[in-house]
């Protein structure tokens, strides 16, 4: 049946979530003696030139969180229009990165596997930063229109993920703006069902990066 996750659990959940980070540790605790080739596109460019191999666990933790930096700069860059143009409710807020995200979700499973790893990247970084955030405010503002979302987490192929994110993605679009309440406590049920498909999402990656 799967579990009931109310709002303050589901948040505490997604506080603990960062791609970066925890991409970042599972890399990490998986490298051995050479920088990972699968982030061979972050290394290109970075200021960081220290070699991988010789670091101790600590200075390795440093450098992912420097990476991590220079990546959310990178990001802050590549999409500065897309970032000047967020509307100012929350419910549009919602809308307007539905569409961004949406627009990704292509390159996202479609394309060349580093193509893919960096959209997949820019994909969370506007769910986290920008889609998020929105939702919290929202759901303060409309908790009593929501009903219970049943987590449920399961695996899925590529091809099934895709069309349940481009379904859930294109029904948080239309239901903005809302006419009626039913349309908010679909909204948020939407939104819920994203968290959830979106760590699927990530799961997939994880599961590539980490392969033999």
Not at 69 to 90: G, H, I, Q, T, W
Not at 117 to 135: E, H, L, V
């Amino acid at each position: 049946m799967g579990e009931v996750i109310p709002f303050e659990k589901l948040k505490k959940k997604k506080n603990e979530f960062n791609p970066n980070e925890k991409n970042s540790r599972i890399i990490t605790e998986n490298a051995t003696t050479e920088y990972p080739k699968v982030l061979d596109s972050l290394k290109e460019g970075s200021s960081i030139d220290i070699d991988y191999a010789d670091m101790e666990p600590d200075e390795k933790i440093e450098y992912w969180k420097n990476i991590e930096k220079e990546e959310e700069e990178r990001f802050r860059c590549k999409y500065s229009d897309v970032l000047a143009a967020v509307p100012v409710s929350a419910g549009e807020k919602m809308q307007y990165f539905a569409k961004v995200m949406l627009q990704l979700l292509p390159d996202t499973f479609h394309r060349s596997w580093d193509a893919r790893f960096d959209t997949w990247m820019d994909f969370c970084q506007f769910y986290i930063t920008g889609f998020d955030s929105a939702y919290s405010d929202y759901i303060k503002a409309n908790k009593e229109f929501e009903q219970p979302y049943q987590y449920k987490f399961k695996e899925m192929a590529a091809e099934k993920l895709e069309e349940e994110l481009v379904d859930c993605l294109e029904k948080i679009v239309e239901k903005c703006p809302e006419k009626k309440e039913e349309d908010k406590t679909a909204m948020m049920y939407q939104a819920a069902k994203l968290f959830e498909l979106q760590e699927l999402l990530s799961d997939l990656f994880y599961m590539e990066v980490t392969k033999d």
